[in-house]
């Protein structure tokens, strides 16, 4: 009996991939410091609240929604500190492929010491997180495994307690000047 050996060919390298999120620091003001909203994705990786730009949609829009559907922390609830805006690009491997990544981070107040984090079971991982909390700086940078992460939130550290505002600072759904 004759056998056959099959010898499955090569796939071609893909197309590297490209991908732009947006989200917003977001941080409230205590009696010991600023604390810093941080959402935890599993293994060791805790972010700032992030997410994929919808076609065509505006990158201000997309963090906006974002916080939304994953904090339910709404426009009214934070205060913008513009002209606030730094951006992260990074490369990543997704299935074999390269992808390009940009994140355009934006920099928010707010009072509310409550959010609604859509908690999910480990096995779900990705969808949404596992868990959250409000952090001192100290703790916050202890917490963000990325350098550039680190970096932002040490930016946004000494605009908040040398600045104590940023110039022009706005709300996010009136435009006006905030109080």
Same mark, same amino acid.
């Given at each position: 009996m004759e056998r056959k050996i099959f010898i499955r060919p090569a796939r071609p390298p893909m197309a590297p991939g490209r991908e732009i999120s947006a989200g917003i620091i977001i941080y $409230? $003001?205590? *009696? %010991?410091g600023p604390r810093f909203l941080l959402l935890y994705s599993? *293994?060791?990786?805790?972010?700032f609240p992030k997410g994929k730009l919808g076609e065509g949609e505006h990158a201000f829009r997309a963090a906006l929604r974002e916080v939304e559907e994953e904090t339910g922390l709404r426009s009214r609830d934070l205060r913008f500190k513009e002209p606030f805006r730094v951006h992260d690009n990074f490369t990543y491997v997704r299935n074999r492929r390269k992808i390009f990544k940009t994140v355009t981070y934006y920099l928010a107040e707010t009072r509310e010491p409550r959010v609604r984090v859509k908690i999910v079971p480990e096995h779900h991982q990705g %969808? $949404?997180? %596992?868990g959250y909390g409000w952090f001192l700086y100290r703790d916050a940078a202890r917490m963000l495994s990325k350098p550039n992460l680190r970096r932002h939130l040490k930016h946004v550290y000494d605009l908040i307690v040398h600045k104590k505002d940023i110039p022009g600072s706005r709300t996010a759904t009136t435009g006006a000047p905030a109080k």
């Open positions: $409230r $003001r205590t *009696g %010991e599993g *293994g060791a990786y805790w972010n %969808e $949404r997180h %596992e």
